[in-house]
């Protein structure tokens, strides 16, 4: 009888760690998606402005205002900054993807609404 006790108390208490650490994972996971979030819109503003410099630097060197080497400096800072929102916004799926993991929901549900 002893045995099934404290077989009993030791199930409990690993079903207790898997709760918590389930807890945890969901926690993280909701914090890891809201700085995503922030990241994603900084990265957003970046590649605006970004755009907006090429633009420019290719207006000014239209008008002789300025150089064939600004514009090509323009348009890769552009690229770049566009291929770091491409990368924040592929974080962001990421742990949206594993936050729904960690909380067995359904994805099909959410894209039906």
């Known amino acids: 009888r002893r045995g099934a006790q404290a077989a009993q108390v030791e199930a409990m208490a690993r079903y207790e760690q898997t709760v918590l650490s389930a807890f945890v994972q969901v926690s993280d996971l909701l914090q890891a998606v809201t700085q995503d979030q922030a990241l994603v819109r900084a990265q957003m503003r970046a590649a605006d402005a970004a755009v907006e410099n090429a633009r420019l630097a290719n207006l000014a060197y239209e008008n ?3 150089t064939l080497l600004s514009v090509i400096d323009a348009q890769r800072q552009s690229k770049r900054a566009r291929l770091g929102l491409i990368q924040a916004n592929a974080e ?3 742990d949206v993807v594993a936050l729904f993991v960690a909380t ?7 894209a039906d609404r």
């Open 104 to 110: 067995a929901a359904d994805w099909r549900a959410a």
């Open 64 to 66: 002789g205002a300025g």
């Open 92 to 94: 962001l799926r990421r």
